[in-house]
């Protein structure tokens, strides 16, 4: 099976939901690139479900614009729309072998017997399921089941595959051998995926891309790293991942770098992105932060002493509090947090200056 030559390219203004007095999405605008992987995350109730819907055609939004390809399809009813879609409960027909099962949408679209078995084939061998072709849903593993759903949506050569959370049913294990494979299969059929997730880890693995909501609204669009990296916003931060916050007071911008005092210590990073003045946070991602039993005489550094740890297996995790109150945390090599812990006294937490960022305070 050759890449899709039909991925769609997806652009979606001031899209807007309500249910009743409920207001599900709030002007949400997005360009979905031809052929890419497009995470939608969120908590529960964020609203990118909801999203997901309209895309599909399965909802219909109260206001803004949805165009897929030049054309505007925004009524569009979702048969018309040329959308794989992949279920949470996978909806797979019972009473239909896995080859019935994935040759179902050819035959609707009433496709030439010879074909249909060709890409009906080619589709199962991909999945690797060919071993089970004959077999009921029934008889197959939750991993299997997800693997013919996907073979569904897929053998039609759809512009857009969209999947709504499809490994929440999966144990850890199996969860990750099925994120491998969705990544080789987005990487082998070239279509546009749209997935959505509020697995944080499994968004920032297999996207090329991560838009973020909560509450309705579209809070930040950005390559795995960039997301990570540089959160637009305090529940980005939090929301991606365990942070570090440390007020930082009197900030202001000297030579290409932003400065501010914490603690009695000037501490410095990067500003030519940053516009704040006076009081802000400082955000640092843990694993960035290294310790050290001294103060080291150039560079970001503050105290704190070790109140409590974590056994991980190869590291350790120290929960500190500096000398102000504030909570940080860490991973370490076991030795170094046994060390930290046995001294009773502060240790020093140290990071480069390109490694922190600036949220409002």
Known sequence: MQKSRRAAEIKASGIGKSFGSFQALK????????????????????????????????????????????VDITNQPAEKRAAGMVFQGYALFPHMTVRQNVAFPLKVRKCPAEEMKRRVDEMIDRVGLTAHAHKHPAQLSGGQQQRVALARALVFEPGVLLLDEPFSALDKSLRTQMQDEMKRLHKETGTTFVFVTHDQSEALALSSRVAIFNHGELLQVGAPQEVYDRPANRFVAEFLGEINLLKLKDVRHDGGKAVGTCEDRTIQLDGT???????????IRPEYMSIASEAPGTGNAIAATATMSTYL??????????RDGSKLSVSVPNEIAAAALGSGNSVWLTWPSEKGFLLAG
């Open 27 to 70: 002007d949400v605008a997005i360009d979905i690139g031809r052929g890419e992987f497009l995470t939608l995350l969120g908590p529960s109730g964020s609203g990118k479900t909801t999203f997901l819907m309209i895309l599909a055609g399965f909802e219909k939004p109260t206001t803004g614009r949805l165009v897929s390809d030049g």
């Open 273 to 283: 992105a940053y516009r704040q003045r006076g009081d802000a946070l400082l955000a």
């Open 313 to 322: 297996g190869s590291a350790t995790k120290l929960d500190l509090a500096t």
